[in-house]
């Protein structure tokens, strides 16, 4: 079956520190990966994604994740975390091309960072 | 740059009311998509429609019901409220013919009494 997981539903770094958010999904078939941050009582903005091409992307605010398909793996990292980075981060991805209906979300974790 | 307009942004019902939530996609975005996202828990799809006609559907109970409108405007309306309705509900727009991205509006928050 297709599904993606986040590994840790909450994550804990002192400003300054490496910050890495693991997600993994399942599939058979080439997926389409994206990374999306929600703000507390806001939508989901998206941070970056993966369809073809280079398997290193990098997104806005200084993230960036690298598709390792032997991995089958998406992991959001970001050198230096700020105070400003907490927030729920949700891997998406939708699998073999279908319509953006059939994407399906992480069940998110939550990023805290600590002075 | 415009974004995706949801409103209202609050609203609060009583058990068994009805409400209405709006959504306005991003200007020449021809598909809407409709999220539903209870306490702690990722989105969950309800419903989507492309060019005014429905083109996917997730896990939207009997007593909720949507449609887009010729100026691809969409509205959810939910009938027979229940406690377990009270959620944070998003709507969503993507390009035509894009990657799948979808832009969120920034949500409308239902609370059932």
């Known amino acids: 079956a297709q599904s993606v997981t986040q590994l840790g539903s909450h994550v804990s770094v002192s400003e300054g520190a490496l910050v890495l958010l693991r997600c993994n999904y399942s599939s058979s078939v080439p997926p389409y990966l994206f990374w999306y941050v929600q703000y507390p009582n806001q939508g989901l903005q998206l941070l970056l994604k993966y369809t073809t091409g280079a398997t290193l992307v990098k997104g806005i605010n200084g993230f960036e994740a690298e598709f390792k398909k032997s991995e089958t793996s998406f992991h959001l990292t970001k050198p230096s975390a700020h105070m400003s980075d907490a927030a729920e981060y949700f891997c998406?991805?939708?699998?073999?091309?279908?319509?953006?209906?059939?994407?399906?979300f992480g069940s998110g974790t939550r990023l805290s960072i600590r002075p | 740059a415009a974004g995706v307009i949801q409103s209202p942004r609050h609203l609060i019902k009583e058990k068994r009311e009805t409400a209405t939530l709006k959504c306005y996609p991003i200007?020449?975005?021809?598909?809407v998509y409709w999220y539903q996202q209870g306490p702690g828990q990722d989105p969950q799809f309800l419903i989507s429609f492309y060019e005014k006609m429905q083109s996917d559907k997730g896990s939207i109970p009997d007593r909720f019901s949507a449609q887009q409108f010729s100026d691809y405007h969409s509205e959810l309306n939910m009938s027979s409220l229940e406690l377990g309705d009270s959620a944070l509900y998003f709507c969503?727009?993507?390009?035509?013919?894009?990657?799948?991205?979808?832009?969120f509006g920034e949500g409308s928050r239902l609370t059932v009494l």
């Open positions: 998406a991805v939708i699998f073999g091309y279908s319509s953006a209906s059939k994407i399906i």
């Open positions: 969503a727009s993507s390009l035509p013919g894009g990657t799948g991205e979808l832009f």
């Open positions: 200007p020449r975005h021809d598909t």
